[in-house]
């Protein structure tokens, strides 16, 4: 028996109770679903994910298999505006690796690109209760608090998700672990005294030193010249190559400055920088000649645009 086995019956009555079991993939032993919640789930918070991309990504790629009959063009138009789109493409090789027929195990799961090994563990667990524990970032923070740790490896946070795992009930013990994490024991102001955890939690005196709060450090401002360049009803765009946006379309940028006329600017936050775009209505750069295809309007509804860009469409070509 374990030395947590009492802790454990108290997650597992808190989870009866407060977990959050009417989560669609909650509701689910299919591989598929379970996979596509984890990748979107990734970056994205939870409310996001169901209100606006889940359900209609899952219409319209309504298996795996239908992920990797299409093209990965309409996988992206599909994924827009999730951000963080070598998800998607990820999603659309493991499509096609796999036939549409994901593995039963975490080991054979984290071959496959964009599947780390937590996600490795969850699908394993979640679809073929493979017994093993998972390390999302409420995971994490439960871990860091419960063993009063301010640092640790990756290593050691996986050391001490193995401590404390239940493997008698791992689809509840890692869906309780999630939920407490995302519930009660927040960020800030966790909700210790409604905690399963508290009577062997070491950090709960001072919840909010675990982890160590991490420095925030501003972000790098980038200029960029963004061109509208038109021939007749329709509109110059390039398909992006760079790892952040790869596959999809938008307008070309410059960083020098060009003649054309001025339209507008617009900020934009990325992950790791700042974007202040200035939105020039110019002539097509000769360089650029033979790389761009024109779009009418119409067409720009159905083609994958970053955020940044289909705001650009909205604001100066729709308007």
Known sequence: M??????????????????????????????????????????????TVLERFYFPFLERFPTLKDVAEASEEAVLKAWEGLGYYSRARHLHVTAKRTGGRLPRSAEELEKLPGIGRSTARAIACFAYGEALPILDANVKRVLYRFFRRRKATQQELWAMAERLFDSRRPYDYNQAMMDLGAMCCTPKRP??????????????????????????????????????????????????????????????????????????????????????????????????????????????????????DRKIVTRFLMS
């Not at 109770?17 to 598929?32: A, N």
């Not at 750069?285 to 761009?292: A, F, I, K, N, Y």
């Open 2 to 47: 374990s030395k947590y086995t009492v802790l454990h019956d108290r997650l597992h009555r808190w989870y009866l109770e407060h977990g959050r079991h009417d989560l669609p993939w909650r509701r689910t032993e299919d591989p598929y679903r379970i996979y596509l919640s984890e990748i979107m789930l990734q970056q994205t918070q939870v409310a």
């Open 191 to 308: 909700d210790c005294a409604a905690c399963p955890l508290r009577s062997s939690c070491r950090g709960r005196q001072t919840p909010e030193r675990y982890p160590e709060p991490k420095k925030r450090k501003k972000l790098p401002l980038r200029r960029r010249q963004i061109l509208l360049c038109r021939r007749g009803d329709s509109v110059a765009l390039v398909q992006r190559k760079e790892a952040l946006l790869g596959g999809m379309w938008g307008f070309p940028q410059r960083e020098e400055m060009l003649p054309g006329r001025r339209l507008g600017t617009m900020v934009y936050r990325y992950t790791h920088f700042e974007l202040e775009a200035t939105i020039l209505e110019s002539e097509l750069p000769s360089e650029l000649q033979g790389r761009v295809r024109f779009f009418t309007s119409d067409e720009l509804l159905h083609i994958p645009l970053s955020m940044l």
